[in-house]
């Protein structure tokens, strides 16, 4: 049995106009938690961040993750970004896929069925937690920013500022999640979410240290509770101080009832 992990975080992007302040602080934060307080190695903790974190590289990290993943082991994939969306013209209806904004995501941006088709693999047995801390809806514009709240960001990237094609009203039109992989099996993973699929994930200030606002309560709840939380119990206690934040980001939490029930990250 094995524990291993890899912690994306992206606070660079070539447009500068994408820049976010808190995401690879987010990306260390759960190494550190992962290499402090559980049974993962050091060298069994990959972060990737920024330029590196490329679509190629952040997928070949995944899939190097999964990769020979046996009964017993417990592996993790954080991503902390912009997230956005991609239109899927396939149907009668416009929908859209929910996407994460790799570093090069002018060229092409991670789509959630590339990690579900990835996951949906996993031999049974395998402990598979997803903490994704970026957007995954659109509103159709970006907010200019909080005057209450000066250092408060969406993690959200507008498909019209990737030349891709965007929709007047894309909550309406979303998928809801799929509760099953690609093949139709149940979900091997355990899936932190930091938002409903209408709402933005949020970069805010916290003390002297910029981070997600999923990112830095789950990380302070987990620790006040001395690493030993269910993923259930994290993800009702998350609810509560976000919303005691005045952040309007609903934590989703997806995966069976035994995974959601079990110890975080054993």
Known sequence: MSSRAVCVGINEYPKSSMALRGC?????????????HYDFARDD???????????????????????????????VFTNSSHG???VD?????DVYDEALCPYDCDD?????????????????GVRVTVVLDSCHSGSGTRDAGDLDHPDRRPRFCDPRLLG???LDAPRERSRPRRATGTSGAPMREVL???????QYSFDDRFGDRFQGAMSHHAQALIAAAG????????????????????????????????????????
């Open 84 to 86: 956005t969306y991609r």
């Open 192 to 198: 932190l979410a930091g938002c409903r699929a209408d």
């Open 164 to 166: 891709r094609r965007a």
């Open 45 to 75: 903790v990959l972060v990737v961040t920024d330029a590196d974190a490329t679509k190629r590289s952040v997928l070949a990290a995944v899939d190097k993750l999964l990769a020979g993943a046996r009964k017993g082991d417990v592996l």
């Open 24 to 36: 690879v602080n987010d990306a260390h934060g759960w190494a550190e938690l992962l290499t402090g």
């Open 89 to 93: 013209d396939s149907g009668d209806d």
């Open 227 to 266: 690493y030993r939380i269910s993923y259930e119990r994290l993800h009702r206690q998350l609810g509560d101080a976000l919303r005691a934040g005045q952040f309007e980001q609903d934590p989703q939490l997806e995966g069976s009832a035994a995974g959601r029930r079990r110890q975080l990250f054993t």
């Open 108 to 124: 092409d941006v991670i789509l959630d069925d590339e990690l579900r088709q990835r996951l949906g693999d996993v031999p049974v």
